[in-house]
Every structure is written in C-alpha cells, then in structure tokens.
T-cell receptor, first 113, second 118 residues
Framework: TQLLEQSPQFLSIQEGENLTVYCNSSSVFSSLQWYRQEPGEGPVLLVTVVTGGEVKKLKRLTFQFGDARKDSSLHITAAQPGDTGLYLCAGLNYGGSQGNLIFGKGTKLSVKP | KAGVTQTPRYLIKTRGQQVTLSCSPISGHRSVSWYQQTPGQGLQFLFEYFSETQRNKGNFPGRFSGRQFSNSRSEMNVSTLELGDSALYLC?????????????????FGAGSRLTVL
C-alpha cells in the first residue's frame, strides 16, 4: 500500500505569517496534485505538478515537486484568513485498490485575523 | 457549467438500516469516483465507475456497492449500516480515464453527503 504522509497535521497561525506544508512518500509518483477543502465543501484542485524539481506559483502559494518525485511542499506567504482549510496532497498511481489518486490525510490550517 | 451534485447533503440513519447516495457529475464527465472521508482515516477510495462499469474498487466490505447509469449519474449504497460508517461521502467526476492530456486525472468533487449512523 502506497502512503502519502502530510505534516504538520494541524497548523494554527496569525494572519501575515508564512507557512510550509509537506507531503512525503517512499514511492515515486508520475504527478502530484494539491487540493484545498473548506468546511462543508468538497476538495478543490489547486495545482498539479508533473516534473521532478518543478515549482509552480499561484499568487501567494508556491508548490514544489521533489527532484525524485517522492515529495512535495506547499508554501504560503503572508497567510490570510481566507487560506483557512484542509490542504490535501494526492499522488497519481494508476489503478490499484487505492484508486488512481493516493491522498494524504491532510493538513488542517487555521489562519486567525 | 454546473458542478458535481450530491444528494442528500445530510442524513441520519440507525444501525442496520441501508442508505443510497446519489451523484450527478459535471456534464461531459464520464468517470465517477466515490470516497469516504473521516477525521482519522482521511479520504479513502471506495470505487470508480466509467461507462456503467466498475473500473476499480477499494478495500471496503461488500456492504458498500455502487452503480453508474447511462447518463453517467452514479449511486452508492451501504447496507446494514454500522456506527463506523458515519462519514462524509464524496463523489468526484473526471474526464474519460483513458485521457492522458491536459485535465487528465483531475477530480472535481461534490460537496459530499454527511452520513450519521446512530
């Protein structure tokens, strides 16, 4: 069974602070996705990273895929209350009993004003 | 375009009962996947349907079943409910799973059906 470990599990910070969320595995993935889930809603795709070493920026969010395609990070600069939510990483793994996408358990972020 | 619609949004059942959840995918999406989300286990894959056929199944007991109709709408059923079945059940739709171009393997989730088993 492939696993994606996310850390930290919980993160509570003040508005304006920076933070980094990590997603690690011993397995290689062909691509990795990041989703954000707000209370009462389903996860929404933020980004897909495909190439080892790839860095993608989405406004104040920076996503990086590890060179070996086993890990990824999400860095948020100057966090805002609107960034509050559950951040999930998902590695692409075709077929298998876990489905095409292996999800981490998520990092629950709370940004206080 | 309309998103993924799941019904009902909330429901309460008692042990031993059965429940059916419905999912209408985004127009044009032909693949539907179901996930169970709990605080302790995160998102766990239940099954995936494409063209009315189950393509993949997770490690859940046979009490969990699903189907897909010709219009790509899907339903999942849980029989003989247990307390541990209390969870948020998420449906996600995607393009043809055989597609490897842009948008491949991107899931669009519904808001979920929150099931409480008493």
């Amino acid at each position: 069974t492939q696993l994606l470990e996310q850390s930290p599990q919980f993160l509570s910070i003040q508005e304006g602070e920076n933070l980094t969320v990590y997603c690690n595995s011993s397995s290689v993935f062909s691509s990795l996705q990041w989703y954000r889930q707000e209370p009462g809603e389903g996860p929404v795709l933020l980004v897909t990273v495909v190439t080892g070493g790839e860095v993608k920026k989405l406004k104040r969010l920076t996503f990086q895929f590890g060179d070996a395609r086993k890990d990824s990070s999400l860095h948020i600069t100057a966090a805002q209350p609107g960034d509050t939510g559950l951040y999930l990483c998902a590695g692409l793994n075709y077929g298998g009993s876990q489905g095409n996408l292996i999800f981490g358990k998520g990092t629950k972020l709370s940004v206080k004003p | 375009k309309a998103g993924v619609t799941q019904t009902p949004r909330y429901l309460i059942k008692t042990r031993g009962q059965q429940v059916t959840l419905s999912c209408s995918p985004i127009s044009g999406h032909r693949s539907v996947s179901w996930y169970q989300q709990t605080p302790g286990q995160g998102l766990q894959f239940l099954f995936e349907y494409f063209s009315e056929t189950q393509r993949n199944k997770g490690n859940f007991p046979g009490r969990f079943s699903g189907r897909q109709f010709s219009n790509s709408r899907s339903e999942m059923n849980v029989s003989t409910l247990e307390l541990g079945d209390s969870a948020l059940y998420l449906c996600a739709s995607s393009l043809d799973p055989r597609w490897i171009g842009p948008g491949a393997n991107v899931l669009t989730f519904g808001a979920g059906s929150r099931l409480t088993v008493l």
